[in-house]
């Protein structure tokens, strides 16, 4: 039962349903919607819903530096780098057997994307100034508010991976399309 989202509108319904046809698997899903509409909602309730095991992990793509973003989602090896003290894990070992909620994918470094489909393609992933090869099993939910095939159009997202990531596209809906919730959800907020 997905308890993150409130409300019983026809809008809520049907997107309740999305997320319970879509959690058992583990494909790659993207979550589409304006800025504030609950995608973090929609992927935890994902992840709450599916059989994975694992611990549900975020990062939010727009907020971390993309210098430090390769260490950030693939970890580092000791002395990779000036500041490296110790051997860390990335974000994707920590959502091993979980998933990996990639916020704002659309701001992800063209660079980076290109790492990003190749996890995707074997699973696997190397820590930064690493040698060994780590074997995950990481379901990968993405969220963005941008258009992200007219970011294919400007050769600013790489087709390939949005072929990749879109197996399953949720577009969550506004508040304006499910305005038979705001009570509830007004009522929940003063709980």
Do not use: W
Not at 28 to 44: D, F, M, P, W, Y
Not at 70 to 75: D, N, P, S, V
Not at 112 to 133: C, F, H, M, P, Y
């Amino acid at each position: 039962m997905i308890t993150k989202l409130i409300g019983n509108s026809e809008a809520a319904t049907r997107l309740k349903k999305l997320i319970s046809m879509v959690a058992p698997s583990s494909s790659a899903v993207i979550i589409q919607g304006q800025t504030g509409v609950g995608k973090e909602l929609v992927a935890e309730s994902l992840h709450e819903e599916s059989r994975r095991k694992g611990k549900f992990v975020a990062v939010n793509c727009a907020a971390i530096p993309r210098d430090l973003m390769e260490a950030e989602l693939f970890g580092y090896e000791k002395g990779a780098f000036t500041g490296a003290l110790k051997t860390t894990p990335g974000k994707f070992e920590q959502a091993n057997r979980g998933t990996l909620f990639l916020d704002e994918i659309g701001d992800m470094s063209f660079d980076l994307q290109s790492k990003l489909l190749r996890v995707l393609e074997n699973s696997i992933v190397t820590r930064v100034g690493g040698r060994a090869d780590i074997q995950l099993d990481v379901r990968i939910v993405c969220a963005t508010h941008k258009d992200l095939g007219e970011l294919v159009v400007q050769n600013n997202f790489r087709e390939d991976l949005l072929f990749r990531l879109n197996v399953f596209p949720i577009q969550v809906p506004t508040l304006k399309e499910r305005v038979d919730d705001i009570p509830e959800i007004v009522a929940h907020l003063l709980k």
